[in-house]
């Protein structure tokens, strides 16, 4: 007998009476006398399908055929996005997941991530359900900490995670966003900001063209979705960041104000507080004004959208990050709010005010409980969007397309003059004023990681390679979604898309670098892969058995033959957390990572030492608890 059978494959034919069929295997029969049989070990890895994302599937093919190879009954599951994002992000229902990660637009981002506090949460708060005193040590004295003390607090925590296993994710790869453009369209990189895509949209090649511009997304995409409080979204996440505005954008290292005219920021009994006052004249998509009572709303709101009726505050887990550093708002004028921060320096605060502002007369109605700690809020799919950023919300047909329209009446927004006599702005978008200062110095310092940056205040707009003219414009944009990366790409051929918004895997975009309809970019983003362990598993949860499942993928192998080389394999402590080193300058390389193998291939009777050496046995070939 295969002394390599899976367990679940024997227990399935023992539940069909066939249990004739174990005949002369008894060493998988324990007696009674001889004590309890010690439990194989099983995996269930979770994923996207391919339709949805190649490279997901892929890793996850290679870390199932490898924990196979060394006794592990391992099965790869793939999901639709949002189930994957309900059982992962959600329920918590999963082994192990491989997801691909949009990367940490401020690192902050890492005590949501990892803090004990946020173990019963829900979205991207620990969904590895991991405690670690020591760690939230580290987590919680970086909010107090600026420039390069703060630095030295997350290098020392990078060092913990990484130095003995105890992280309880880990990235196989930081990739490159590969995109395909229309030849005929003077786009230099695929859009991802609110101001590249208004660029986008008023900078076509020659004439005005009666039409939107047409970005195609591929794959399971709900565009009737467009709730940004719920965490079953990704590419459609764009869309929403184009509707709906902050007080403050973040762009690179640079913190640009957008709705906020002005912020003054003061220490008043021991806490931090930032007095916001908005630009005059401000109002929603439908035409309602926005007020200072719509940024209480929305904090609030956020907290817990059921305003008080729930037994428990029910949080929004899209935003909770950003949203758990706002102690309170208070309402002082029409347009003035006062935002009060604990314990958070103005390094860390800054970020908060990045939340997107939700309308309180749209939001208000859906704090109704709708279920056991649940609200209307996080259920509702919102399909027709009222915000005030850029683009507003035109119509969404069936969930295959969502078209918006440029919000002519936006603060930040410049149109064509209609006064012949009077010239055209060069740029459409006013020159928002920077958050410059000391607080852009020490954002440099973290995340440059050199202190070389630019921190004199400028605004991050101030580059003429991203003027706009307005001599001819698109009629508004439309997002069309595909089955999949094959259509997606057939579709930008045959002219009926003017670029792709989500990311093209490699070996597609490949096969079609030569057609003259198309040209390709390659983006760098930030954005990596992980593999991520639930830590209430039985072995999941000892740091040294994931610590030798996470060496049982060859990171370099994987970037040259998943990636095609558009990726790079992490190295350092910071870029095995999910910092990659272009945005965290280090010479503090992790250990242990080594793959047990050679170009892909792995060394079973090596990998079956290294879980030996971590305390554990076999069993007629199969690794035991």
């Known amino acids: 007998m ?3 059978v899976r367990r679940r494959d024997v227990l399935a034919t023992l539940g069909a009476g066939a249990s004739a069929s174990l005949a002369g295997c008894s060493e998988y029969i324990w007696s009674g006398t001889n004590g309890t049989s010690p439990d194989p070990i099983s995996l269930e890895i979770k994923t996207v399908p391919t339709d949805d994302d190649v490279i997901a599937p892929k890793i996850a093919n290679q870390l199932t055929n490898n924990l196979r190879a060394v006794g592990i009954d391992t099965d790869h599951v793939p999901l639709e996005e949002a189930e994957l994002y ?5 329920e918590r229902n999963y082994d192990v997941f491989i997801i691909r990660h949009p990367g940490f637009d401020e690192i902050d981002s890492l005590r949501s991530l990892l803090h004990s506090d946020f173990v019963g949460e829900q979205g991207w708060q620990n969904p590895f359900r991991f405690s670690d005193p020591t760690a939230d040590d580290f987590l919680d004295s970086q909010r107090e900490a600026e420039g390069g003390d703060r630095r030295e607090i997350f290098d020392s925590l990078f060092t913990y995670l990484t130095q003995d296993d105890t992280a309880p994710y880990t990235v196989v790869a930081h990739h490159d966003h590969l995109g395909a453009v229309n030849t005929d369209l003077s786009l230099s990189r695929i859009p991802f ?10 900078n076509p090649p020659d004439d005005e063209i009666d039409r939107p511009l047409r970005a195609g997304l591929f794959g399971y995409q709900r565009t009737s979705r467009l709730n940004p409080l719920v965490v079953d979204l990704t590419d459609v996440q764009t869309i929403l960041d184009l509707v709906y505005d902050p007080l403050v954008r973040k762009f690179e290292e640079e913190y640009v104000h957008w709705l906020a005219d002005g912020i003054e920021w003061e220490e008043s009994g021991g806490a931090l507080e930032a007095t916001v006052t908005l630009h005059d004249g ?6 309602e004004p926005i007020d200072a009572e719509d940024v209480r709303f929305t904090v609030d709101f956020l907290s ?16 909770r ?3 758990s550093l706002i102690d309170e708002v208070t ?24 939340l997107p502002l939700l309308p309180e007369h749209i939001w208000y109605e859906r704090s109704e409980l709708v279920g056991d700690h649940q609200t209307d809020a996080l259920e509702w799919d919102n399909s027709e969007p009222i915000g005030s950023g850029l683009f507003a919300f035109v119509e969404s047909e069936d969930g295959e397309s969502v078209t918006l329209e440029l919000f002519e009446d936006h603060v930040l927004y410049e149109p064509e003059s209609a006064d012949e006599d009077e010239p055209a702005t060069d740029d459409p978008v006013t020159e928002p004023e920077s958050d410059g200062g000391g607080a852009n110095e020490t954002d440099d310092e973290l995340e440059d990681g050199n202190g070389d940056g630019d921190a004199d205040g400028d605004d991050q707009f101030d580059d003429e390679d991203t003027s706009t003219e307005t001599d001819a414009r698109f009629d508004g944009l439309e997002f069309r979604v595909l089955p999949n990366v094959g259509a997606a790409l057939d579709a930008l051929i045959d002219g009926n898309l003017d670029f792709i918004a989500n990311q093209i895997p490699a070996a597609q975009l490949d096969e079609v670098a030569d057609e003259e309809a198309i040209r390709t970019t390659t983006q760098d983003t930030g954005a990596f892969y992980m593999i991520g362990y639930n830590l209430t598993h039985s072995s999941l949860g000892n740091p040294r058995f994931r610590g030798v499942i996470s060496q049982l993928i060859d990171r370099e ?22 910092i990659p080193d272009d945005r965290w300058d280090t010479d503090r390389r992790a250990s242990g990572y080594a793959f047990p193998g050679q170009d892909g291939e792995l060394d079973e009777e090596q990998a079956r030492g290294l879980f030996e050496e971590a305390g554990y046995s076999y069993v007629n070939g199969e690794l035991v608890e």
Do not use: C, M
């Not at 900001?193 to 008023?202: G, I, K, M, Q």
């Not at 003035?336 to 908060?352: C, G, I, Y």
């Open 282 to 287: 401000l109002h929603w998509h439908d035409g």
């Open 557 to 578: 192998n994987a970037a040259e033959g998943i990636f095609h080389g558009y990726a790079r394999a992490p190295e350092t402590q910071s870029a095995f957390v999910g």
């Open 193 to 202: 900001t609110p101001r590249e895509y208004l660029e986008a949209v008023t």
């Open 2 to 4: 295969d002394n390599r």
């Open 331 to 354: 309402v002082v004028g029409e347009r003035t709010a006062r935002v009060r921060f604990d314990d958070v320096s103005r390094e860390v605060a800054r970020w908060a005010l990045t």
């Open 86 to 90: 309900r059982e992962v992000l959600i």
């Open 321 to 323: 990050g950003r949203q």
């Open 304 to 319: 817990d959208t059921s305003l008080g009726e729930a037994e428990s505050p029910v949080t929004a887990p899209q935003l």
